[in-house]
């Protein structure tokens, strides 16, 4: 019978690398620098708190253009602390720290790092030696992995949950980043657990038989890493029952960038009429952020966590909605812009935690009739319809995002952007149709009689 076991699930800690922003002060600057150590003491704290028997490195420890001595370090003490505690920890080499980089310290006595050559199993026993699991992993060699390492993570039976360690994208086209799909590794038989690394989003892609997961990004670095990063902590209780499997999200990310848009709508017939409106309105927004739960509701539950874990907020503010300001704002937007984002900086600056202002950016426009009444209008009713197939059908959306143009690229592998283009997604998508047909319907509407049903 086995025993049950608890162990943390992260990955991507990318040490040393920064959160990218604008025109910091000395002390933000500081903290957004330690910022990735912050959060990886953070994922030590949780399992010296849940006493874990184990945590799980699923690739990116370090960030290729941020490794040095000082997080080589920083990660063996963290591991000092663990192995006090009796923790163990496995690790792989992702595509930003492949196994030739990893090579300035000698690791702790309670570190594994798994080879680069074949898949290896690491077995963990209890003080008593009775096997509890059985891990099994590999890592890169080089930046890029096209090997299908998966389908070598064979353990010899299923008395113990099995567990494996692997650095994916999970892309059976992508020959970058271990190409696989969920099908192949569900069909890998034996596996009970895929403790994936590379995804910088938590996803549990799927509960059961097998469990697949992404823990995220400790710390997000920049806008593409929105929201409250952490890892994941498990419990495998008997095996062979599908219940004694629980999965929850511990927040570790001391700093979190969010973009939040503000409607210029207003609401109870007051809508903002200056700059100064549209601050208050933002101060307003920034004092329901501070109170709000830190945790993004989903499918995963919460573990509890500190209360001062949260240092505080890099937001990107952006105005939408319809109002009479809009013209105002678009005579000089640029100007409009970086004036408001000043102010802000200056008007929050009191705020804990902090609230730094990263930039602001307008998407607004002027006001419209009822949209609703509109539908009545034939010609109006079709734009809407056109705006539906685009979003919900894969062939017409395919269709039309071939047809704006070769500057956008559709986010797929986030590690390879090509910088001479923008870069498109399903939330990028949604916004460029709703403005396009704002627009149109504010065109039809400017020419007032002269389009037709």
Not at 54 to 77: C, I, P, W
Not at 148 to 156: D, V
Not at 253 to 281: C, F, M, Q, T, Y
């Amino acid at each position: 019978m086995s025993k049950e076991i608890t162990f943390i699930h992260a990955a991507d800690i990318h040490l040393g690398s920064y959160i990218h922003s604008t025109n910091l002060s000395a002390e933000l600057n500081k903290i957004c620098a330690e910022a990735t150590f912050e959060a990886f003491r953070n994922v030590c704290d949780a399992a010296i708190e849940y006493q874990v028997d184990f945590l799980l490195l699923a690739g990116d420890l370090y960030d290729q253009e941020a490794k040095s001595v000082e997080a080589n370090r920083f990660f063996n003490e963290q591991c000092a602390r663990l192995q006090k505690k009796g923790i163990e920890v496995y690790l792989i080499a992702g595509n930003h720290d492949p196994l030739r980089e990893l090579d300035l310290f000698q690791l702790p006595e309670n570190v594994f790092l798994f080879g680069g050559d074949c898949s290896e199993i690491q077995e963990v026993v209890d003080q008593q030696g009775n096997l509890l699991a059985r891990i099994i992993g590999q890592s890169y060699r080089k930046r890029s992995e096209s090997r299908k390492m998966y389908s070598t993570f064979t353990p010899p039976d299923k008395t113990v949950w099995n567990i494996g360690l692997l650095h994916t994208q999970l892309a059976g086209q992508n020959n970058n980043y271990v190409p696989c799909s969920v099908t192949e590794l569900c069909a890998q038989e034996g596996i009970d657990y895929w403790a994936l690394g590379h995804i910088h989003q938590c996803r549990l892609i799927r509960s059961r038989d097998p469990v697949i997961a992404y823990p995220g990004i400790p710390q997000g670095r920049d806008f593409g890493e929105v929201g409250v990063g952490g890892c994941l902590l498990v419990r495998l209780g008997e095996k062979g029952y599908v219940s004694n499997i629980n999965i929850s999200f511990i927040p570790t990310s001391p700093i979190i960038l969010k973009r939040i848009e503000v409607s210029i709508d207003g609401e109870k017939d007051w809508e903002p009429g200056n700059l100064a409106d549209l601050e208050d309105l933002i101060t307003t927004r920034t004092k329901q952020l501070l109170q709000e739960d830190l945790i993004v509701s989903g499918s995963l539950p919460a573990a509890e966590v500190r209360e001062d874990l949260c240092s505080g907020f890099i937001v990107q503010w952006v105005l939408t909605g319809r109002g009479t300001i809009n013209q105002l704002l678009r005579e000089q937007t640029e100007e409009v812009e970086a004036i408001l984002t000043e102010n802000l900086r200056q008007r929050l600056s009191t705020f804990r935690p902090f609230v730094w202002t990263d930039s602001v950016i307008i998407h607004t426009g002027n006001p419209l009739p009822d949209l609703e009444s509109l539908q009545e209008r034939e010609i109006f009713r079709e734009i809407k319809g056109i705006i539906d197939r685009i979003i919900n059908d894969q062939v017409v959306q395919e269709e039309f995002i071939n047809s704006i143009g070769q500057i956008w690229e559709w986010q797929t592998d986030h590690e390879n952007i090509d910088e001479d283009k923008l870069q498109l997604n399903e939330e990028i998508l949604r916004e460029i149709l709703q403005q396009a047909e704002d627009m149109i319907i504010e065109d039809l509407l400017v020419g007032g009689d002269n389009y037709e049903d």
